[in-house]
């Protein structure tokens, strides 16, 4: 007999906050759709919500933790997992100082409600400074800019996208992504609105991306260029006198010195630079400026990359002196249900500097491009032991291959993750969380840079098996044996949350949230999740520094400049002519880790290498030959894609497959191996000002390897190719 129920939560896997409606029949999924009435994404979702029922039912998933022993892997308990996994790390500490201990932070750990409440207790207790995470091939930029002019890493301006009548969109790709530092559902329609309303949207970028198919505009751009465009964008606001007052710019005593801030970057001397022409750049911003309102928008294509820090910086400014900073249709910052900002750091910039490259830290997190060579490199703070929780920098992170060899050298590692994969295959130790579908969540980080306000609670869909752990409760257990003389307070906080769950500490951040009235309690009574309102114009309450101004800190800035000056000679009439490797998304994708849901990785290869028709010629390479991609590190040999999509000079690859090592528990990925571009991206090629990745804008070499026809040929004549093709 069927006893069919409904179950509503928030879509945990990406950052757009899509509202779930799941049926099952006891613990048998029956269907997982967009949730019409949640209120914050009226029913939209993308394909990969159906992962979470691939995911909770995948055997390939770890449930019961695991040891690697010289016969290979052996199931243990829990406490014989807990246990080891606290002495070895405390061995690897008395050996060799608390700093011989790494720990990386994966993405992951942002979706998940009892991971984010919990993790100082584990990062408290390992006691070292040498903290990695994926905010540094990531979102560092938008977090120090935050931290800078705002007072709090977390303070950060989104784009009111429900309201603007012009868009301007930088090396982001939200259609395929979903939206990122941007919590918006159905983003292609939002998009769309803008134009229906009158508005308009244009898009940057080297790639003819999905959003630019929808944009009314589109402009190539060479990769790593953009500082160039924003400072010549910057510079023609005021030459076409747009710089206006406003109530942010009155609260920003360094407001007069943006003017002169770099005034030789004109838009003439940019333009054979970055591929845009004079006119064209002159055009963006008097259609920008003379919009009824506008926001300039920029993600990992200007973030993660040479000039990340400064190209964030410059979105900023050019959103404060067009007084689009704080006002409806421009940046604005979200008001979330659960005051995040009020229960964490303000971030800190160059506190400590790596070991071996002086690289800054920030917010206690050392840049990832910095982690192998910490672990390579023998003397005092050298990496011995590491912890990673909810990651996979061997996909991830630059220069993959080195890190591979660095972890293949570690004395001890843990990993807390459900799978056997590219990264946690060198651990000694595997502690497997529950599946995302036996949490409660509640979306404490995203909530806080939504485009519109809402709060939504979801309990567990199922109930956990009973030999099963959550994150937090992994991080407690973990907590509790490194750091045996905990201080009171500590040990009544551990206490309270192994007794009642995250929950609690949910229900306390509501309670002295930044809504009267809410609780837990009124949350679960809406499984729709509760409106909170458009986003409305906080300045000068939402700002974080003491004095309530907005900090340029511009002489910070301004001395970077000297970087760029070295990077680009503007007398030259033409770009370089290095061929540059850029990276992509796709919408059935998400980083390294779905690629083991056969709804989303079949039908054909997307591990491919874009390339513009012009260059396939010059390099005597045709559609399907395979071709050797090859960087200051290394090379990978992967599919050729021609398309007009990219622009010529460019070639795209995307990030998070090479699931063909050897040792790992993915079957379906497997099969589905791909190449990881992450094995020819360079540690060395960073933004130095910020520490942050550079994985766009890679110079390479291309070759062709092997002509399609042969290709074809051996992949007949052999069951296992040699080389990986998904
Ligand atoms: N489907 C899917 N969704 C995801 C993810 C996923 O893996 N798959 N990952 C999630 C995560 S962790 C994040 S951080 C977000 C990222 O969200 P987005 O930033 O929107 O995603 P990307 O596709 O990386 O977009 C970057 C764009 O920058 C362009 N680009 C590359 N180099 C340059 C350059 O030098 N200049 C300019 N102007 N553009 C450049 C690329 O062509 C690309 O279109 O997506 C999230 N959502
Ligand atoms: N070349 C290139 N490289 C990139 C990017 C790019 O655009 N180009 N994008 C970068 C970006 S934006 C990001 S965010 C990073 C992502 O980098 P990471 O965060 O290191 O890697 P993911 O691929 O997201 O891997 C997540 C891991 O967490 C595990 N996991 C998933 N959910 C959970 C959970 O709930 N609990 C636990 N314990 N484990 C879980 C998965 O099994 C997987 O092993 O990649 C970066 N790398
Ligand atoms: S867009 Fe993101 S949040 Fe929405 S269903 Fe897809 S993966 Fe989930
Ligand atoms: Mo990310």
Redesign the pocket.
């Known amino acids: 007999m069927s006893n069919q129920q409904t179950h509503y939560r928030t879509c945990n896997l990406?950052?757009a906050m899509c509202g779930l409606e799941i049926k099952h029949d006891g613990e048998k999924i029956l269907t997982i759709k967009g949730d019409k009435k949640d209120i914050f994404s009226e029913g939209h979702i993308c394909p990969?919500a159906t992962a979470l029922q691939d995911l909770h039912e995948d055997p390939d998933r770890l449930r019961t933790p695991m040891e690697r022993t010289e016969n290979g892997w052996k199931e243990i308990s829990w406490p014989e997992a807990l246990d080891k996994a606290a002495a070895g790390i405390q061995k690897v500490q008395k050996q060799h100082g608390k700093n011989a201990l790494g720990i990386y932070i994966g993405?992951p750990n942002a979706h998940n409600l009892g991971g984010i409440l919990t993790m100082h207790e584990v990062l408290g207790a390992m006691k070292t400074h040498n903290r990695f995470s994926a905010v540094s091939v990531?979102?560092l930029p938008h977090l120090i800019v935050a931290h800078h002019l705002f007072g709090h890493q977390l303070r950060i301006a989104v784009p009111d996208i429900n309201h603007t009548q012009h868009m301007l969109i930088?090396?982001?790709?939200?259609i395929?992504?979903?939206g990122?530092i941007m919590t918006v559902a159905n983003v292609k329609q939002k998009l769309k609105d803008i134009q229906k309303r009158g508005g308009k949207v244009v898009v940057?970028?080297?790639?003819h991306?999905e959003t630019a198919k929808v944009a009314d505009q589109h402009h190539f751009?060479r990769?790593?260029s953009?500082i160039l465009m924003l400072l010549a964008m910057l510079n023609e606001i005021y030459a076409q006198g747009f710089n206006v007052k406003s109530h942010a710019s009155e609260l920003t005593p360094e407001f007069d010195k943006i003017k002169n801030l770099a005034t030789q970057y004109t838009a003439e001397k940019v333009a054979p630079i970055t591929g845009i022409s004079a006119q064209e750049i002159k055009t963006l911003v008097k259609e920008f400026c003379e919009a009824p309102s506008s926001v300039c928008y920029g993600?990992?294509?200007?973030s993660v990359?040479e000039f990340g820090l400064l190209s964030q910086y410059l979105i900023m400014l050019i959103n404060l002196v067009t007084g689009r900073l704080d006002t409806q249709g421009g940046v604005m910052f979200s008001k979330p249900a659960v005051d995040i900002i009020k229960n964490s750091g303000r971030g800190n910039l160059g506190h400590r500097r790596s070991r071996l490259k002086d690289l800054p830290n920030f917010h206690g997190e050392f840049p990832v491009s910095a982690m192998s060579e910490e672990m390579l490199t023998p003397g005092d703070g050298q990496i011995k032991g590491f912890f990673t929780m909810a990651g996979n920098p061997v996909l991830s992170t630059p220069n993959g291959k080195k890190l591979e060899g660095a972890l293949e050298n570690l004395d001890f590692m843990v990993c807390v993750d459900y799978y056997l994969n590219e990264t946690t295959r060198h651990a000694n130790i595997i502690l497997p969380p529950v599946s995302p579908l036996e949490r409660e969540h509640y979306d404490l980080t995203y909530h806080g840079v939504a485009v519109h306000n809402s709060a939504k609670y979801a309990p567990a869909l199922f109930e956990k098996q009973p030999n099963a752990k959550h994150d937090w409760e992994i991080f407690i257990e973990l907590a509790k044996r490194l750091d045996k003389k905990p201080k009171l307070k500590t040990r009544i906080s551990r206490s309270l949350t192994s007794w009642f769950g995250p929950s609690f500490l949910l229900n306390a951040g509501l309670k002295t949230g930044n809504y009267k009235g809410l609780s837990l309690k009124k949350l679960k009574k809406s499984p729709h999740g509760i409106d909170l309102g458009p986003l409305e114009p906080q300045l000068p309450n939402a700002l974080k520094t003491k004095d309530k101004k907005i900090h340029l800190n511009i002489d910070f800035y301004q001395a970077d400049l000297k970087r760029v000056a070295q990077r680009f000679n503007l007398e030259e009439t033409a770009a370089h002519n290095d061929i540059l490797l850029?990276?992509?998304?796709?919408?059935r994708?998400?980083?390294s880790w779905l690629h083991n849901s056969k709804r989303l990785v079949k039908g054909k290869s997307r591990c491919t290498l874009m390339l513009h028709p012009d260059l396939a010629r010059e390099q005597s390479i045709e559609q399907g030959d395979l071709v050797k991609v090859t960087s200051r590190v290394g090379s990978i040999e992967v599919e050729a894609e021609i398309t007009n999509e990219i622009m010529p000079g460019v070639v795209?690859i995307p990030h998070?497959w090479g699931h063909n090592r050897q040792g790992t528990r993915q079957t379906i990925a497997n099969d589905h191996a791909g190449v990881s571009v992450n094995d020819i991206t360079d540690e060395q090629f960073i933004d130095e000002l910020s520490g942050n990745a550079a994985v766009?804008?890679v110079p390479v070499v291309l070759v062709n390897a092997m002509p399609k026809h042969i290709l074809q040929q051996r992949m007949e004549k052999e069951d296992e190719p040699e080389v990986a093709m998904a």
């Not at 940057?204 to 790639?207: C, F, G, K, L, Q």
């Not at 850029?582 to 919408?587: A, D, N, P, W, Y």
């Open positions: 990406c950052e990969k993405n990531d979102h930088i090396g982001a790709n939200p395929a992504s979903n990122s940057i970028d080297p790639r991306t751009i990769p790593g953009d993600r990992m294509g200007v990359q850029i990276g992509r998304r796709h919408l994708s998400n980083n795209s998070g766009n804008g």
